[in-house]
């Protein structure tokens, strides 16, 4: 096997939240294993994911925290939004949640703005994208909520694939972006950012003088 | 050839004259003469030839001296011949000195051949002899060649195994050990043929250079795990192949990553305190420390830090043990994992501790203990039970619980210590009413735990035990000093209340239907009491007593005291006074039940019991062995219509 799984220059923690049932862990699962979870049950508490990618040649570790949606592990999902540097904040395009439950995507954005850093990438994701003929949340009015609260935003389904590739890397550029700005703080602890230095410091190039002496050590 | 010639002739002649005796000699000659075909003897012509060159005269003289003059001729000739033949002979004789002299050389290089070769012979087969060893050396030596290039390390690779003063590892090192350990499997061949002595000698060598190099391996090894106790390790290939390495020496492989769970252990140790009370740099995200206001959300927030450290810090080991065997990484794993998250288990315990006993009270307590078996589960998904980190979130749980029912059973200590007085109206005090809503506080906490259904039961059985029982204990106390129909109202009140609460909530079944049996009997005893109050006040109780006990040995029921028809036809009266408005007779206990369905429930039992007593008396009266005259001027209604009057 080859090193390759486990090189990166930096490790970025996620966040992904949202009402149950609109395809957080699905939406996952699609972006780890490229697979779609028809039955999938609901999330207990939260789960955890990762994966390498690559963004502007550098090999970045996404470690992925699946929240729960369900009301009831609202407190326990709270606590996992410290030090995350993208937060996807899922919901359904065919149920009616920017009109009629506008406050709940409401709720869920003033949890991830009090909860997190000021400069944690928030990515607004309509899903279930495939679901075309039952949709009820327009992509238009979905595009000015987004707009108007300063959030990436796409459709994706966790069903084919579409776009879920992409929210993920966006969201990963908007945070390496941040980074190059200066706008983020690499040397934060919990920054959600964590930086490895890539050339490994120990190994020896082959011109180094041998030692002559019989010291093994 | 003349000479000859002329010879032969005159032997021919003498013989003929001699050998013929019969032939004339003469005429014999003469013929022979005669027969003499000139023409056809060559010699003769040849003869005559030259003699006609010379003998060119024809006289007797010259016919004299004819053959002086061929033995002249001839002699000259001869003369003439033995010169010529002299050169001639006198040239063979040089050459056959040379011949000689040639010979003689040839001789003399022969022998001298011969003992050259005598010589040689030695040289030669010794050449012979060496060339042949030479070959067999050199096929020796191609076999040595081999055998070394197989059995021994280069010098490079003992170079690379040896290292550098600085300790830092060749990225050829591995390579280089893995053949000092194919060499030294290669040797049990060598044991297995007639080279024991090459196989044991080099795998001793081997086994040096192995134990070197694996103590070298170890050193690196081990210093470069004393170095990962950064927020985030950087681990290399090189350290994972190192690990993977030492798994042949269990020991050193042990040690290793004892060391790296230690630097882990430190690390995580720092960043949570940091993540307690400095938060990032800068302040952002706040210092955990922030919330130790808020029980709940402080406990919470640690307690996730701690998960997704403990997640980390799994991605972490498995990348190091990536290539170790799956069987030794998943124990060791575990391991290690345990050893690092054994640090913060400590500041953990203080911090919940603080939590705990800072008397956050009843439900947040019962909260706490949710969330810490939330996280029990949670965590132990990453760690094994036996890990002192989930030990320490057991314990705290424990704990915790435990000081959630101490609390409970303090405040029911508290409920029975100082008994509150029944109010007035014989509603709830205030302590039922407060406790009530406390249990209410814990089992609606309940619905936003995180805690899997089936663990609720058990709780809620205890802690119904913990709080209901006093709870009514309580109130029996506090009734204890009422008369029996206001302690069965107020009795009816509180269980009715409790009731009412828990009602609300799972798994109480089983309450329920025990406060419905003791509602029950109280509400037995307050329509008893309400029926009494009624057949009193209507001045029947004292007939339907006797009614009750009369047996025909007394005699007729007029002739006993105080059921003559003048009596009884006044207390018939006053209960048909009754009967108009029935509820001027109700207690006004009764009405203070606080269920309207109870009040209905009392109403309507105790009226069946006067119409039972009514209808008792009422056949009585009417019964011809009591000897009532105008029986029915004393009963003008009947119990039918006594029935309809009172429903
Ligand atoms: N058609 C369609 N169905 C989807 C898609 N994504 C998720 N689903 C379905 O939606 C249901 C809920 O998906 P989950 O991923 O479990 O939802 P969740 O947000 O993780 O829910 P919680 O864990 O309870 O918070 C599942 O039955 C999925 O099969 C999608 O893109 N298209
Ligand atoms: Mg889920």
Same mark, same amino acid.
């Given at each position: 096997?080859?090193?390759?799984?486990?090189?990166?220059?930096?490790?970025?923690?996620?966040?992904?939240?949202?009402?149950?049932?609109?395809?957080?862990?699905?939406?996952?699962?699609?972006?780890?294993?490229?697979?779609?979870?028809?039955?999938?049950?609901?999330?207990?508490?939260?789960?955890?994911?990762?994966?390498?990618?690559?963004?502007?040649?550098?090999?970045?570790?996404?470690?992925?925290?699946?929240?729960?949606?369900?009301?009831?592990?609202?407190?326990?999902?709270?606590?996992? $939004?410290?030090?995350?540097?993208?937060?996807?904040?899922?919901?359904?395009?065919?149920?009616?949640?920017?009109?009629?439950?506008?406050?709940?995507? +409401?709720?869920?954005?003033?949890?991830?703005?009090?909860?997190?850093?000021?400069?944690?990438?928030?990515?607004?994701?309509?899903?279930?994208?495939?679901?075309?003929?039952?949709?009820?949340?327009?992509?238009?009015?979905?595009?000015?909520?987004?707009?108007?609260?300063?959030?990436?935003?796409?459709?994706?389904? %966790?069903?084919?694939?579409?776009?879920?590739?992409?929210?993920?890397?966006?969201?990963?550029?908007?945070?390496?972006?941040?980074?190059?700005?200066?706008?983020?703080?690499?040397?934060?602890?919990?920054?959600?950012?964590?930086?490895?230095?890539?050339?490994?410091?120990?190994?020896?190039?082959?011109?180094?003088?041998?030692?002559?002496?019989?010291?093994?050590? | 050839?003349?000479?000859?010639?002329?010879?032969?002739?005159?032997?021919?002649?003498?013989?003929?004259?001699?050998?013929?005796?019969?032939?004339?000699?003469?005429?014999?000659?003469?013929?022979?003469?005669?027969?003499?075909?000139?023409?056809?003897?060559?010699?003769?012509?040849? %003869?005559?030839?030259?003699?006609?060159?010379?003998?060119?005269?024809?006289?007797?003289?010259?016919?004299?001296?004819?053959?002086?003059?061929?033995?002249?001729?001839?002699?000259?000739?001869?003369?003439?011949?033995?010169?010529?033949?002299?050169?001639?002979?006198?040239?063979?004789?040089?050459?056959?000195?040379?011949?000689?002299?040639?010979?003689? *050389?040839?001789?003399?290089?022969?022998?001298?051949?011969?003992?050259?070769?005598?010589?040689?012979?030695?040289?030669?087969?010794?050449?012979?002899?060496?060339?042949?060893?030479?070959?067999?050396?050199?096929?020796?030596?191609?076999?040595?060649?081999?055998?070394?290039?197989?059995?021994?390390?280069?010098?490079?690779?003992?170079?690379?195994?040896?290292?550098?003063?600085?300790?830092?590892?060749?990225?050829?090192?591995?390579?280089?050990? %893995?053949?000092?350990?194919?060499?030294?499997?290669?040797?049990?061949?060598?044991?297995?043929?007639?080279?024991?002595?090459?196989?044991?000698?080099?795998?001793?060598?081997?086994?040096?250079?192995?134990?070197?190099? $694996?103590?070298?391996?170890?050193?690196?090894?081990?210093?470069?795990?004393?170095?990962?106790?950064?927020?985030?390790?950087?681990?290399?290939?090189?350290?994972?192949?190192?690990?993977?390495?030492?798994?042949?020496?269990?020991?050193?492989?042990?040690? +290793?990553?004892?060391?790296?769970?230690?630097?882990?252990?430190?690390?995580?140790v720092?960043?949570f305190i940091?993540?307690l009370?400095?938060?990032?740099?800068?302040?952002?995200?706040?210092?955990?420390?922030?919330?130790?206001?808020?029980?709940?959300?402080?406990s919470?927030?640690i307690l996730?830090?701690l998960?997704?450290?403990?997640?980390?810090?799994?991605?972490?080991?498995?990348?190091?043990?990536?290539?170790?065997?799956?069987?030794?990484?998943?124990?060791?794993?575990?391991?290690?994992?345990?050893?690092?998250t054994d640090g913060v288990c400590r500041p953990l315990k203080v911090r919940l501790e603080q939590v705990v006993v800072?008397?956050?009270?009843?439900?947040?307590?019962?909260?706490l203990?949710?969330?810490l078996?939330?996280y029990h589960?949670?965590?132990?998904?990453?760690?094994?039970?036996?890990s002192s980190l989930l030990n320490t979130i057991d314990e705290m749980q424990t704990l915790c619980?435990?000081?959630?029912?101490?609390?409970?059973?303090?405040?029911?200590?508290?409920?029975?210590?100082?008994?509150?007085?029944?109010?007035?109206?014989?509603?709830?005090?205030?302590?039922?009413?407060?406790?009530?809503?406390?249990?209410?506080?814990?089992?609606?906490?309940?619905?936003?735990?995180?805690?899997?259904?089936?663990?609720?039961?058990?709780?809620?059985?205890?802690?119904?035990? *913990?709080?209901?029982?006093?709870?009514?204990?309580? *109130?029996?106390? +506090?009734?204890?000093?009422?008369?029996?129909?206001?302690?069965?109202? $107020?009795?009816?009140? *509180?269980?009715?209340?409790?009731?009412?609460?828990?009602?609300?909530?799972?798994?109480?079944?089983?309450?329920?239907? #025990?406060?419905?049996?003791?509602?029950?009997?109280?509400?037995?005893?307050?329509?008893?009491?309400?029926?009494?109050?009624?057949?009193?006040?209507?001045?029947?109780?004292?007939?339907?007593?006797?009614?009750?006990?009369?047996?025909?040995?007394?005699?007729?029921?007029?002739?006993?005291?105080?059921?003559?028809?003048?009596?009884?036809?006044?207390?018939?009266?006053?209960?048909?006074?009754?009967?108009?408005?029935?509820?001027?007779?109700? #207690?006004?206990?009764?009405?203070?039940?606080?269920?309207?369905?109870?009040?209905?429930?009392?109403?309507?039992?105790?009226?069946?019991?006067?119409?039972?007593?009514?209808?008792?008396?009422?056949?009585?009266?009417?019964?011809?062995?009591?000897?009532?005259?105008?029986?029915?001027?004393?009963?003008?209604?009947?119990?039918?219509?006594?029935?309809?009057?009172?429903?």
């Amino acid at each position: 096997m080859a090193a390759g799984p486990y090189n990166y220059s930096y490790i970025f923690k996620y966040i992904i939240i949202g009402d149950m049932g609109v395809g957080k862990s699905c939406l996952l699962h699609q972006f780890t294993e490229k697979k779609f979870m028809a039955d999938c049950p609901h999330t207990i508490g939260v789960e955890f994911g990762t994966r390498i990618i690559e963004v502007a040649g550098q090999k970045i570790k996404l470690q992925i925290w699946d929240t729960a949606g369900q009301e009831r592990f609202r407190a326990v999902t709270r606590s996992y $939004y410290r030090g995350a540097a993208g937060a996807l904040m899922v919901y359904d395009i065919t149920t009616f949640i920017v009109r009629s439950t506008y406050n709940h995507l +409401s709720s869920w954005l003033t949890d991830a703005r009090n909860l997190t850093n000021p400069n944690t990438v928030i990515f607004l994701i309509g899903n279930k994208s495939d679901l075309e003929a039952q949709r009820d949340v327009t992509y238009e009015e979905a595009k000015q909520f987004a707009d108007e609260n300063g959030l990436m935003f796409l459709e994706c389904s %966790a069903k084919t694939g579409e776009n879920v590739e992409e929210a993920f890397l966006d969201t990963a550029k908007k945070i390496y972006q941040n980074i190059q700005d200066g706008s983020l703080d690499l040397n934060a602890a919990e920054s959600g950012v964590q930086h490895k230095p890539t050339t490994p410091r120990n190994t020896l190039s082959n011109d180094q003088p041998q030692s002559k002496d019989g010291c093994a050590c | 050839m003349a000479d000859r010639e002329v010879a032969d002739v005159m032997t021919t002649s003498s013989s003929s004259s001699s050998g013929s005796a019969t032939n004339n000699p003469l005429s014999r000659k003469l013929n022979k003469i005669l027969e003499t075909r000139l023409d056809s003897d060559k010699e003769m012509l040849e %003869a005559l030839k030259s003699l006609s060159t010379f003998f060119t005269s024809n006289n007797i003289r010259t016919r004299r001296n004819l053959r002086s003059d061929i033995e002249r001729r001839s002699l000259l000739i001869n003369e003439e011949f033995v010169d010529c033949f002299k050169v001639a002979k006198e040239q063979l004789d040089s050459i056959c000195e040379d011949v000689q002299a040639m010979n003689e *050389c040839c001789l003399d290089m022969t022998s001298r051949l011969k003992t050259a070769k005598d010589q040689t012979h030695d040289l030669i087969s010794q050449t012979t002899q060496l060339q042949t060893e030479s070959q067999k050396l050199q096929m020796r030596a191609q076999v040595t060649d081999v055998f070394l290039s197989k059995f021994q390390l280069k010098q490079e690779e003992v170079q690379i195994l040896r290292g550098t003063r600085d300790g830092s590892l060749h990225p050829g090192f591995f390579k280089a050990l %893995a053949r000092v350990k194919q060499i030294h499997t290669d040797c049990k061949v060598l044991l297995r043929t007639n080279q024991q002595t090459a196989g044991l000698e080099i795998m001793e060598a081997m086994a040096l250079q192995q134990e070197s190099a $694996y103590e070298r391996l170890y050193r690196w090894t081990q210093n470069e795990c004393r170095m990962l106790s950064g927020d985030t390790p950087d681990i290399n290939n090189q350290l994972c192949l190192a690990l993977e390495s030492l798994q042949d020496r269990p020991v050193l492989f042990r040690y +290793s990553l004892d060391e790296f769970g230690t630097a882990r252990r430190t690390a995580i140790v720092r960043s949570f305190i940091d993540a307690l009370t400095r938060g990032g740099p800068g302040g952002t995200p706040r210092p955990i420390e922030l919330h130790s206001h808020d029980p709940l959300r402080y406990s919470g927030d640690i307690l996730a830090w701690l998960h997704q450290s403990a997640a980390s810090e799994k991605e972490h080991i498995q990348a190091l043990l990536k290539h170790c065997a799956a069987t030794s990484a998943d124990e060791n794993i575990h391991d290690v994992l345990s050893h690092i998250t054994d640090g913060v288990c400590r500041p953990l315990k203080v911090r919940l501790e603080q939590v705990v006993v800072s008397e956050p009270g009843p439900v947040l307590l019962y909260k706490l203990t949710n969330l810490l078996k939330f996280y029990h589960v949670t965590i132990g998904n990453i760690l094994l039970s036996n890990s002192s980190l989930l030990n320490t979130i057991d314990e705290m749980q424990t704990l915790c619980l435990k000081m959630f029912f101490n609390t409970l059973n303090y405040n029911a200590g508290k409920l029975l210590e100082k008994v509150e007085l029944p109010p007035g109206d014989l509603g709830t005090t205030s302590s039922l009413s407060n406790t009530l809503q406390l249990v209410q506080d814990i089992l609606s906490s309940h619905d936003s735990s995180v805690i899997a259904i089936d663990a609720r039961k058990q709780d809620f059985t205890q802690i119904l035990n *913990c709080v209901i029982d006093p709870l009514i204990q309580m *109130c029996s106390v +506090s009734a204890s000093r009422l008369p029996t129909v206001d302690m069965a109202t $107020y009795m009816i009140n *509180c269980l009715y209340q409790i009731q009412n609460t828990l009602a609300l909530y799972e798994y109480t079944d089983q309450r329920l239907e #025990m406060l419905n049996a003791q509602i029950d009997a109280h509400v037995d005893t307050l329509v008893s009491e309400q029926a009494s109050f009624i057949l009193t006040r209507t001045g029947l109780s004292h007939a339907y007593g006797i009614v009750q006990q009369h047996q025909s040995a007394q005699g007729p029921l007029s002739s006993l005291h105080g059921m003559d028809a003048v009596s009884m036809k006044a207390a018939m009266s006053k209960f048909d006074s009754y009967l108009a408005s029935p509820d001027s007779l109700t #207690m006004t206990q009764c009405s203070l039940l606080l269920s309207a369905k109870q009040r209905e429930t009392v109403k309507r039992r105790s009226s069946e019991l006067i119409i039972a007593a009514y209808q008792l008396i009422f056949s009585a009266i009417m019964d011809v062995q009591n000897k009532y005259a105008e029986s029915n001027g004393i009963v003008p209604r009947t119990p039918d219509q006594v029935i309809k009057l009172l429903s």
